[in-house]
């Protein structure tokens, strides 16, 4: 089943999005560079697209460095786009998007006319964060968890110069099933919205092909990668368990525990830098959606044209 998670708050922060967007002059979205397409919102698109934006790439710290660069270049060939890559904790390079931001809108500044900056981007995602290391003052909430940050604030970088922080926003329906557990995995769906042992998973597929060194080095299951990259998903998650200590009275190994340990390993990067999708992978994705999609409204004509009995 696939993951959707579009709670009350999400739909203030839409309205709150709306309603704001006029007096924007530059928007940054946070995507997370552990998947940069499954989290770039097509909702934030609709509501941000004819303001100039720039795409930052963040916790690239927790990022594949190789398939970071494929996604730079795959954001930057796009018309209208310039993307950069971030982690939010590193002072130098944040101060630099400050710039940017400049250089995109050239009119504004001065005590006249401040530059107003929205920041957004999926839940987690690191904006309050980015926000306070910007900001000296660090006014901005932060967690380890969805849902953070509860409504627009806006803080004074300098006279000149807005920044507003927002709840992280999904959308009302994530099309791409393998998004919805991608977003799961890095943490910005909420807890009761998904089904961990599933995310875990699906987690682990995505790891095998390309990564199986990793959970090698992490697990010590005594396998080479080709043999582990072979095993099935859930004899992999099991091993996991059982070599970790998830194990229940009688023996038998703990799915559940299991899972957590799996999901808060590539969460926290204990298993290494690792980027779940390609910009290719990603883009079969969408169009396999767009024609699921497509083919879901033809049948749904079809079944309108049919006389009722
Ligand atoms: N490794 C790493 N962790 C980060 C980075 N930026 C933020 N985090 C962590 O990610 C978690 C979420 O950060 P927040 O700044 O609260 O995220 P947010 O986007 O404001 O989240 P919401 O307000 O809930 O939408 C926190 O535990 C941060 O410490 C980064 O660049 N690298
Ligand atoms: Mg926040």
Redesign the pocket.
């Known amino acids: 089943m696939a993951i959707q998670w579009f709670p009350g708050h999400m739909r203030s922060t839409q309205k709150a999005i709306a309603a704001r967007i006029a007096d924007i002059d530059v928007v940054i979205e946070?995507l997370d560079a552990r998947l940069p397409g499954s989290s770039a919102n097509p909702l934030l698109a609709e509501l941000t697209g004819h303001k100039p934006t720039l795409k930052v790439l963040?916790?690239q710290?927790?990022a594949d460095p190789e398939r970071t660069q494929q996604w730079l270049a795959w954001y930057g060939a796009q018309p209208g786009t310039r993307a950069l890559a971030?982690?939010?904790?590193d002072a130098a390079p944040a101060r630099r998007l400050i710039e940017g931001c400049r250089a995109l809108a050239p009119q504004r500044g001065g005590l006249a006319k401040p530059l107003r900056v929205l920041v957004c981007?999926v839940?987690?995602?690191?904006?309050?964060?980015?926000i306070n290391t910007l900001n000296a003052k660090r006014q901005a909430k932060?967690?380890?968890e969805?849902?953070?940050?509860k409504q627009e604030q806006r803080i004074t970088l300098a006279d000149d110069f807005y920044l507003w922080d927002t709840?992280?926003m999904l959308w009302p329906r994530i099309a791409v099933p393998q998004s919805g557990f991608h977003l799961a995995a890095s943490g910005a769906v909420g807890r009761n919205a998904y089904d961990e042992e599933l995310v875990a998973l699906e987690l682990l597929r995505r790891l095998q092909p390309h990564y199986a060194y990793l959970l090698e080095a992490r697990y010590r299951l005594g396998l080479a990668p080709a043999a582990l990259a072979a095993l099935p998903d859930e004899e992999l998650l099991e091993a996991i368990g059982r070599k970790r200590g998830a194990v229940m009275a009688g023996g038998r190994v703990s799915r559940q525990k299991a899972a957590e340990i799996v999901l808060n390993d590539f969460r926290s990067?204990v298993l290494g830098r690792i980027t779940l999708e390609t910009p290719e992978e990603f883009a079969a994705w969408q169009a396999a959606a767009a024609l699921e999609d497509a083919q879901r409204a033809a049948r749904k004509a079809a079944q309108k044209r049919r006389p009722r009995p």
Request: glycine share 22%; charged share 20%.
């Open positions: 946070l963040n916790k710290d927790l971030l982690d939010a904790a981007g839940p987690n995602v690191g904006k309050s964060t980015l932060t967690g380890d969805a849902g953070i940050t709840p992280g990067g």
